[in-house]
C-alpha cells in the first residue's frame, strides 16, 4: 500500500476552487491519517477565501478554518504528497516550478476523467453552487480510490 500522507489541492489564486476540494475532502472519511491543504499557484498577495466560495460551504454544512490565501512551496512537498491541480494547465506549471515531483495530476484525470475544474471566478453564486457539486463529486472518487490503494 503506497499511502499518501498528505494532500495538496491547488488552483490559480487559491480562493475559491482548492479551497472547496480541502473543505469537501476533510468531511470524508479516509482510512489514513491524511494531512489536506490547498494552495494557489499563483498568490500574489494573502487575500480571504472568496465570499461565494464561504456562502456555498455553509450552505452545505461545511466551512474551511484558515485565514489567508497560500502559494505552493517547495517545503508544501513532503514524502508521499498527492498533488491534485484544478486543471491540466496547472499540472504541468507545478511539475515544471517543482522539479522532481512525481505525485502531480489534474484532479479529473486522477479519479479517471477529462476535463479541467471549471473557475467559477467572478460567476454567480449558482456557478460556484455547480463547481462546489463537481468537487464533491470527483472529491469523493478521489477518496474512494485513496482507500482502495
Not at 14 to 29: G, L, Q, V
Not at 64 to 75: E, S
Not at 98 to 114: A, K, P, R, S, Y
Amino acid at each position: 500500500m503506497m499511502g499518501y500522507s498528505r494532500i495538496i489541492f491547488v488552483c490559480r489564486s487559491n480562493t475559491s476552487r482548492s479551497p472547496m476540494a480541502e473543505a469537501i475532502f476533510k468531511s470524508m472519511e479516509t482510512n489514513q491519517d491524511i494531512e489536506v491543504l490547498s494552495r494557489g499557484s499563483v498568490v500574489l498577495f494573502p487575500e480571504p477565501i472568496n465570499p461565494k466560495v464561504e456562502v456555498v460551504l455553509k450552505n452545505n454544512n461545511l466551512e474551511l478554518v484558515r485565514d489567508k490565501a497560500k502559494q505552493l512551496d517547495k517545503k508544501d512537498i513532503v514524502d508521499n504528497t498527492l498533488v491534485l491541480t484544478m486543471s491540466e494547465q496547472l499540472k504541468l506549471e507545478v511539475m515544471s516550478n517543482f522539479e522532481g515531483i512525481d505525485n502531480v495530476h489534474n484532479l479529473t484525470e486522477f479519479v479517471g476523467e477529462q476535463g479541467d475544474v471549471v473557475d467559477p471566478y467572478g460567476g454567480t453564486l449558482k456557478e460556484y453552487e455547480v463547481c462546489f457539486n463537481d468537487l464533491v463529486r470527483l472529491v469523493k472518487k478521489t477518496v474512494y480510490k485513496i482507500n482502495e490503494e
